[in-house]
């Protein structure tokens, strides 16, 4: 038991009694336990397996490969349709975590044999994501815009394609092109300082 998780657990002001648990679960699948991200954390053999989040309305077991378990008992939930490999289980109450322990643990036992085989979840590559109109024509435009964003990571290229798409009015989409272009320039992602 790592004492930076027991710090969070006490400070937890939702779904203390249901994250001691869930905590109680992946340590006895034999999981090392860390706090990352600000968060616990459980991994075997330094790779991450799965972590416990908490949210407003459920908290979760999130599975760092959850999209290559098998899912058989049905689940595991694609938080939305841009998260690849990621998977959550969700849960509102204590009855529902104690419920669902030996299907958890049979989870979290296939999830350290998919890191022990080195499966890797197959990412949709940058190119098969939609780049809107406006910034099309912004990069049509402008030949040192285009230049910077092609240097970007791919994950920065989709941060930014996911973040422009997302607005639903062209003009939002403008706006938002206008506001990142500075940031392209300096080969810098979307949430970079």
């Known amino acids: 038991m790592n004492p930076k998780v027991d710090a969070y657990l006490s400070r937890a002001e939702k779904w203390q009694k249901e994250m001691e648990k869930m905590r109680s679960i992946a340590l006895s699948c034999g999981l090392t336990e860390e706090l990352k991200w600000g968060t616990p954390c459980y991994t075997s ?36 349709a841009n998260v690849q490999a990621t998977r959550q289980v969700r849960f509102t ?25 080195g499966l890797k979840v197959t990412l949709k590559k940058t190119t098969e994501y939609a780049v809107p109109e406006e910034f099309k024509k912004r990069l049509k435009a402008d030949s040192t815009l285009k230049k910077a964003f092609e ?6 290229q989709r941060g930014y394609l996911l973040y422009f798409a997302a607005a639903a009015q062209s003009k939002t989409r403008e706006g938002r092109i206008e506001k990142y272009i500075p940031q392209i320039l300096k080969g810098k992602g979307l949430n970079d300082e």
């Not at 799965?50 to 407003?56: D, S």
């Not at 240097?151 to 920065?156: H, I, K, Q, S, V």
């Open 151 to 156: 240097a970007l990571t791919p994950g920065r």
């Open 45 to 80: 053999h330094n790779s991450n397996i799965v972590l416990i989040h908490a949210f407003k309305e459920y908290c979760a077991f999130l599975f760092f490969k959850g999209a290559l378990l098998k899912n058989e008992h049905g689940i595991l939930i694609q938080q939305s």
């Open 93 to 117: 109450n204590l009855k529902h975590i104690k419920e669902l322990e030996p299907v958890l643990k049979a989870y979290i036992y296939e999830a350290i044999e998919v890191e022990k085989a």
